[in-house]
């Protein structure tokens, strides 16, 4: 691999959270978003309700801020915004390396150290960037929620969800598994898959989502025919009651997981999820 390649691999996989001493907006360049992402941590505390054994984030760090000050949070997305209209966030952590096609602010998401939707001030926090975008003259840009969809049917939830709606919103639901047994060893949760499943449901009803899928080897093996066969029959029950899936983004580990026995798929793994998934299910899915 050339020196550049390298340069270029470093900027897909590592996504520093604490930029320039933000409390809470940090800026990745996402293989998935295909540009910027400009992240929005809303639990700094690093406290989840799900406890992934592939998660990245490292708990043993001392936590510095524990809840959200939204004028805090709008001020660095108001810089952050600035930064990339005019290009200098570009000349910041090494992503002068970035390819000129990429180089464009993709969306906001709230995905950061926990559970987005479990903050208090979630709805704060999308108004926040709704009024960012509107001042920084950036219609095209997405609102993007990244989430384990355990808390989609709170009113202070739904009604962030309606207001993501009104401006380019898109909702990515963690959905790793398709059996109960294979959800609990991966995602460690703190509620039944099938209640995961009725949250995505309820969303899916109002507007398109996306389905985000890790899938790795455990003590080096990857999930089975068995278990990928239950994931589809998830998929297809959500689409069969009228949740509508604009997407099933399939991929694996990049970056050093929780847990050690955690590794990647290979490609012919990944591509074996992707084709079967296409094959049993009929909808739009994407490897990455």
Excluded at 160 to 187: F, H, R, T, V
């Amino acid at each position: 691999m050339s020196d550049q390649a390298k340069k270029q691999l470093d900027v897909f996989t590592h996504h520093p959270r604490d930029w320039r001493n933000n409390a809470y907006v940090y800026p990745v360049i996402s293989r998935r978003s295909r540009g910027l992402s400009i992240g929005v941590n809303l639990n700094p505390d690093r406290a989840c309700n799900f406890d992934c054994i592939y998660c990245q984030v490292d708990r043993t760090l001392p936590v510095t801020v524990r809840d959200v000050n939204i004028e805090r949070l709008q001020s660095e997305l108001d810089q952050m915004l600035q930064m990339a209209n005019d290009g200098s966030i570009f000349d910041h952590l090494g992503f002068g390396s970035v390819p000129d096609e990429l180089r464009r602010v993709n969306d906001v998401a709230f995905s950061g150290d926990g559970e987005p939707t479990t903050c208090p001030e979630f709805e704060l926090a999308v108004e926040a960037v709704v009024n960012g975008l509107r001042k920084s003259n950036l219609p095209n840009v997405k609102i993007v929620l990244i989430t384990d969809a355990c808390y989609l049917t709170r009113d202070g939830v739904r009604r962030g969800l309606a207001l993501m709606d009104s401006w380019n919103g898109e909702i990515w639901a963690k959905l790793d598994a398709g059996s109960e047994d294979y959800y609990k060893l991966i995602n460690r949760p703190n509620h039944s898959l099938d209640h995961v499943i009725e949250n995505i449901i309820d969303a899916a009803r109002v507007r398109p989502i996306c389905i985000q899928s890790l899938f790795m080897r455990v003590d080096g093996v990857g999930p089975d025919a068995a278990e990928i066969d239950a994931f589809c029959g998830r998929l297809n029950h959500i689409a069969n009651v009228g949740g509508k899936v604009k997407e099933v983004q399939v991929y694996t580990v990049s970056r050093d997981p929780a847990e050690k026995n955690v590794t990647a798929l290979a490609d012919d793994e990944k591509s074996w999820i992707v084709e079967t998934t296409k094959s049993k299910t009929g909808l739009n899915v994407v490897g990455y």
